[in-house]
Structures are given as C-alpha cells and as structure tokens.
C-alpha cells in the first residue's frame, strides 16, 4: 500500500497494486493454514462472506485475471468465471503530502493532480486506489483481530526501506 500510493510512475504503481492484491488474496488461505481450517465445506463459509465484500472481490479477480487472463475449465476450455470488478483505469487524484522536518515543523504539499488508478467496484462504487487499499488493509486488520489471529506490526524502517530518523 505504502510504495503504491507514493509511486509516481502509473507502470509501477499498476504493479505494487498486483502484488497488493495478490497479498491480499493470499491472506485467505493464510488464515486457512493458520487454523487448520482444511474441509472445503468449512471454507466455504468464510469465501460467502468475502464474496460479499466488493474490496475482497476486486482483489481476488485483480490477483487472478493478471495471473491466469482468464479462468477456464480445463476439460471443455470454457471460460469459469465472469470477473464481477467492472474495470480498473488510469486516473488522476489530488493528494496531500505531510512532511516533518528535523525541527519538528510539519509542511504540506499539495499536488492536485498525482496519478492514480480508479477501481469500479462490483456495486458500481469507484474508488481510488489509496480508499480501495485502505479499506481492504482495515478488513484484513479487524478479520485477524477477531479470529484472535494478532499480527506482527512491521517496523516503519522495514515498511519503507529507510530510517525515518
């Protein structure tokens, strides 16, 4: 989320949203392993669930359309799946950027038009890619918590590749 959002370059920032949305899909069977949840009947309640949540849905077909085009079956080659997600393009978006300086003065930047991507959601909704990460990294964060599943915070040196010192 981090490196897409601050990304400038709209190939670069269409590949951290990828790998975004490959983690985010992956979280799924994490959690599976996680607790030893192995009947596909058991899994079953847990994918009607996300299947109604339009950020998890984009994330999975996003994830899954980049990686294979298209899902088909195997036997016959029809096609198995409509993807839901009617469609992610290229955009612009203003963002506000909040610096701390060494002395503590806090400067703002505003760049009204920064590229970004707009995501067309399965209920119509379009959101950028700052809300759609946003959200989906606030789902994942509160499912965990709930689960009783407690993740390791990442430091923000490891999150940003640099001490912020």
Do not use: C
């Given at each position: 989320m981090y490196r897409c959002f601050?990304?400038?370059?709209?190939?670069?920032?269409?590949?951290?949203l990828y790998n975004f949305c490959i983690t985010s899909h992956s979280m799924k069977d994490h959690f599976f392993e996680l607790k030893n949840i192995i009947a596909s009947s058991e899994?079953?309640?847990?994918?009607?669930?996300?299947?109604?949540?339009?950020?998890?849905?984009?994330?999975?077909?996003i994830a899954n359309s980049a990686k294979h085009f298209l899902l088909r079956e195997n036997r016959n080659r029809e096609v198995m799946k409509i993807v839901r997600t009617r469609s992610v393009q290229q955009a612009v978006s203003g963002v506000a950027h909040i610096?701390?300086?060494?002395?503590?003065?806090h400067?703002?930047?505003?760049?009204?038009?920064?590229?970004?991507?707009k995501i067309e959601l399965l209920d119509g909704r379009l959101q950028g890619l700052y809300?759609?990460?946003?959200?989906?990294?606030?789902?994942?964060?509160?499912?965990?918590v709930e689960q009783?599943?407690?993740?390791?915070?990442?430091?923000?040196?490891?999150?940003?590749?640099?001490?912020?010192?």
């Open positions: 601050h990304q400038r370059h709209l190939t670069h920032k269409a590949d951290h899994k079953n309640e847990y994918h009607q669930k996300w299947n109604k949540i339009p950020e998890l849905v984009a994330s999975t077909e610096f701390v300086t060494s002395s503590g003065e400067k703002i930047l505003i760049e009204p038009e920064a590229p970004d991507y809300e759609f990460m946003d959200y989906t990294t606030r789902y994942w964060q509160a499912f965990l009783n599943v407690l993740p390791v915070k990442q430091s923000d040196e490891e999150l940003i590749g640099f001490t912020t010192q």
